[in-house]
Structure formats: structure tokens, C-alpha cells
């Protein structure tokens, strides 16, 4: 990737716009984003360690601003699934062939993308610690490999909610939780380099000022139109992974 002037304005517009989608939504940072930071970086891998540690941020600045509505017994068991899957793929993402990693990232998002669009509505997941336990271990398997693991915690934690507020509260520690763990691993793991942590710190800026809209729109737009077409981006986006060679 090249670091000219125009590539970061385009990286930076595409932070703010997955800063606003996370805030309005609870998750949907990592889905956003990985639609286009795969084609912008040097690989796969190095994209998802960039959406990963700005994902952290985004929800870091969600939990703090909804931090009276976190429940922690609500989050301990996801978690912990989350921990102990990571740990194991952080090590074996580095091994994995960047093409098999882009076409299954592509195939996750169509199929992701045709779920919440067709059957979102009509699933319900009952809370109990299984249930639990299978969200964070999925949660950690799609975060670790491509960047984008809220889907299956969100639906955890939209059946195991008794308000939005407790809801994004929920989701939100979760995910800056797992996220300050799998990057502090993958660091020690020597995944993080110097092209990653100056995009991290031109996109906290973006992640900061996306919050402040997606803040102001939070009440005035339609979160289900939001979400549909965040899921039709996915599917267009899975589609071209796919394909390409």
C-alpha cells in the first residue's frame, strides 16, 4: 500500500463511514471496512490486523460512552471462548494461503450477507451458556481470520438483551475486550508492523469522528435500511472475492 496522500483520504472516508455503521448498528466496523482494506494492503492478513485494531477503538469509545449499561456476567463466558479459539488461529492464520483466506472470506460474507437479509428476523438464540460459548468461538474464529467477528456475537447478544442500550453496552465490551487480547497476541507474534500501526493512528481519527455522527444519527435514521444495505455491500463484496484470482 501505498502511503500517498489520496489512498489515506480514501482510508480514512472508509473508516468513518465503518465508525458510523458500528455505532448506529453495535457491530458492522469489520464487515465494512474488509470489503475494501484486502485490495488496499499489501495482504489479507495485514488488512484484518488493521480493521482488528480499529475495531478495538471504535467499540472501546462505544463501551465507555454506554459503560452503565454493560452487564459483566453477560460477558465472561463468550469470552472465554473467544480466548481460547484466537489464541490457537492467531498462529495458524501466519501458515494459511492468502488465496484460500480471501475466497473464504468471500464465501462468510455472501452467505452472512443472505442470512441477516432473508432469516435475521425470524431466528431467535436462546441465552444460555452453550449458546454462549459457541457465539464467542465463532466470534473469535472470524475475528482472528478476517477481521470481522461481530454477527454471531450480535445475535447472541440481541436474544440475551433487555434493551438497545444494554445491547450495544454488551457487544461492545465483548468486543474491545477480545480485541485488546488477539492484538496484544498478535503483536507478540510479530504480525503488527510499522504499516499497521501508522494506519491504526491516521484511522483513530476517523473512528473518532465517525462515532460522533453515527451518535447524532442514532435516533433520527432507520438502523434496519442501514443494516440491509450494509448486507447487500457484503454480498457484492463476497461475490467479487470469490471470483477474483
Not at 471462548?81 to 473464504?104: D, H
Not at 441477516?116 to 449458546?131: A, L
Not at 459457541?134 to 473469535?140: E, F, H, M, S
Request: positive net charge; proline residues 2%.
Amino acid at each position: 500500500m501505498q502511503l500517498d496522500l489520496t489512498m489515506m483520504a480514501v482510508f480514512f472516508l472508509i473508516c468513518v463511514c465503518g465508525s458510523v455503521i458500528q455505532a448506529v448498528c453495535g457491530f458492522g466496523f469489520g464487515v465494512f471496512v474488509m470489503m475494501f482494506l484486502p485490495y488496499m494492503m499489501p495482504s489479507t492478513l495485514s488488512a484484518v490486523v488493521v480493521a482488528s485494531l480499529l475495531g478495538m477503538s471504535s467499540s472501546g469509545i462505544l463501551a465507555l460512552r454506554y459503560r452503565r449499561q454493560i452487564r459483566l456476567r453477560k460477558v465472561v463466558v463468550p469470552l472465554l471462548a473467544y480466548f481460547i479459539v484466537s489464541t490457537f488461529l492467531v498462529r495458524v492464520s501466519v501458515t494459511m494461503n492468502e488465496v484460500l483466506i480471501r475466497r473464504l472470506l468471500g464465501g462468510l460474507m455472501l452467505i452472512l450477507s443472505i442470512y441477516f437479509i432473508r432469516f435475521s428476523d425470524r431466528v431467535h438464540i436462546r441465552p444460555t451458556r452453550v449458546n454462549a460459548f459457541a457465539a464467542g468461538a465463532l466470534g473469535g474464529a472470524m475475528s482472528t481470520l478476517f477481521g470481522m467477528g461481530g454477527p454471531p456475537i450480535s445475535a447472541y447478544y440481541l436474544s440475551d438483551s433487555d434493551s438497545n442500550e444494554e445491547y450495544l453496552a454488551s457487544i461492545q465490551f465483548y468486543t474491545v475486550l477480545s480485541n485488546v487480547y488477539v492484538n496484544t497476541v498478535r503483536v507478540a507474534n510479530g504480525l503488527c508492523g510499522r504499516l499497521e500501526l501508522i494506519l491504526w493512528a491516521v484511522g483513530i481519527f476517523a473512528v473518532l469522528l465517525g462515532g460522533q455522527l453515527g451518535k447524532r444519527i442514532f435516533s433520527r435514521l432507520d438502523g434496519y435500511a442501514l443494516r440491509r444495505l450494509v448486507y447487500a455491500f457484503m454480498a457484492v463484496s463476497g461475490v467479487i472475492m470469490l471470483l477474483k484470482r
